[in-house]
């Protein structure tokens, strides 16, 4: 297993659409190590393909609290079947946008059927933290972000602190 960089806004690749994964293989497991061994160092509680640059339907999940208790979820070409209607808020944050924090209204509960880890395929219903963070991962593989649910002057707000972020630290490496 080995960890990757994440990528960070602003990239235009965030904004791309992943591909369906055709074939699970001992390739595909090698990625999804790296993505949750990548989640765990960041620290995160989701990661998805697009963040570490791998433009596939890959998402891992660990919503464990304690270290020792991991309980890692693989989503392979996940697809949402049912959103509640009644919606929850979460204070959200993305590994890919550092350190911005906002609250976001998703539907409580969401169904979603996916293929996991060994290419079998599953369905399972998730509520609490688990539905938000299935539906936030499955944002990014749309190119969504969670800024996007923001107002205009939110969102444009911690864009320009990204860019800021951004150019600081490119100058920092040079
Ligand atoms: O996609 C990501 O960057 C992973 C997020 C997933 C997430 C964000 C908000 C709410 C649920 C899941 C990271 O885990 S960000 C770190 C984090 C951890 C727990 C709660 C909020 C943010
Ligand atoms: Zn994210």
Same mark, same amino acid.
């Given at each position: 297993m080995?960890k990757?960089? *994440? +990528?960070t /806004?602003?990239?235009p &690749?965030?904004?791309k659409?992943?591909?369906i994964?055709?074939? +699970?293989?001992? /390739?595909t497991?090698?990625?999804l190590?790296?993505m949750l061994e990548?989640?765990? @160092? @960041?620290?995160g509680? !989701?990661? @998805?393909?697009v963040? =570490?640059?791998?433009?596939?339907?890959l &998402?891992v999940i660990d919503i464990?609290?304690?270290p020792?208790k991991k309980?890692?979820?693989?989503?392979?070409n996940?697809q *949402?079947?049912?959103?509640?209607?009644?919606?929850s808020?979460? /204070? /959200?944050?993305?590994l890919?946008?550092?350190?911005h924090? @906002?609250? +976001?209204e998703?539907p409580?509960?969401?169904?979603?059927k996916f293929?996991?880890?060994?290419?079998?395929?599953?369905? &399972?219903k998730?509520? !609490? =933290?688990?539905?938000?963070c =299935?539906?936030?991962? *499955?944002?990014?593989l749309?190119? +969504?972000?969670?800024i996007?649910?923001?107002?205009k002057?939110?969102?444009n707000m911690i864009i320009?602190?990204? &860019?800021?972020?951004?150019?600081?630290?490119?100058k920092i490496?040079?």
């Open positions: 080995s990757r960089k *994440i +990528v /806004e602003p990239n &690749i965030l904004r659409k992943s591909d994964l055709e074939t +699970v293989n001992d /390739e497991r090698k990625l190590d790296d990548t989640m765990y @160092a @960041a620290p509680i !989701g990661l @998805a393909g963040q =570490i640059g791998i433009l596939k339907q &998402i464990s609290k304690e020792e309980n890692p979820l693989y989503l392979i996940p *949402i079947t049912f959103k509640s209607k009644k919606t808020t979460y /204070e /959200e944050g993305c890919s946008l550092p350190g924090f @906002a609250e +976001v998703r409580t509960e969401c169904i979603v293929i996991d880890y060994y290419g079998k395929k599953k369905e &399972i998730a509520d !609490g =933290i688990l539905s938000t =299935i539906q936030h991962e *499955i944002d990014h749309n190119g +969504v972000l969670f996007d649910y923001l107002s002057l939110k969102k320009k602190k990204l &860019i800021k972020q951004k150019k600081l630290a490119d490496i040079l």
